[in-house]
Nanobody, 116 residues
């Protein structure tokens, strides 16, 4: 079955960096669109970044220039490098993929807390 497992979250000071990783299995990773979403307490889940099979990327305006999404098809992983972190980046971050049948899958999430 499809499985997405996030790692790399934690506590970081404002201006710091974190790198999230998502290990994927159970589907054809190399042809799939992958994404990172986040959900802050009391808010709706929102798109952070996506990457296509051809490595085209898309970012939320709030993270452009600070976050970088990448994929490694040899390891079935998708990563999110987060730099210049701000307190408003605090959220649970989720890995996502949507298969050709239209069904979306989610990981359980990893918590990122940006605080001094």
């Amino acid at each position: 079955q499809v499985r997405l497992v996030e790692s790399g979250g934690g506590l970081v000071q404002p201006g710091g960096s974190l790198r999230l990783s998502c290990a994927a299995s159970g589907f054809i990773f190399s042809i799939s669109v992958l994404g990172w979403y986040r959900q802050a307490t009391g808010k709706e889940r929102e798109l952070v970044a996506t990457i296509t099979r051809g490595d085209s990327t898309n970012y939320a305006d709030s993270v452009k220039g600070r976050f970088t999404i990448s994929r490694d098809n040899s390891k079935n992983t998708v990563s999110l490098q987060m730099d210049s972190l701000k307190p408003e980046d605090t959220a649970v971050y989720y890995c996502n993929t949507k298969l050709v049948n239209g069904i979306a899958y989610w990981g359980k999430g990893t918590l990122v807390t940006v605080s001094s």
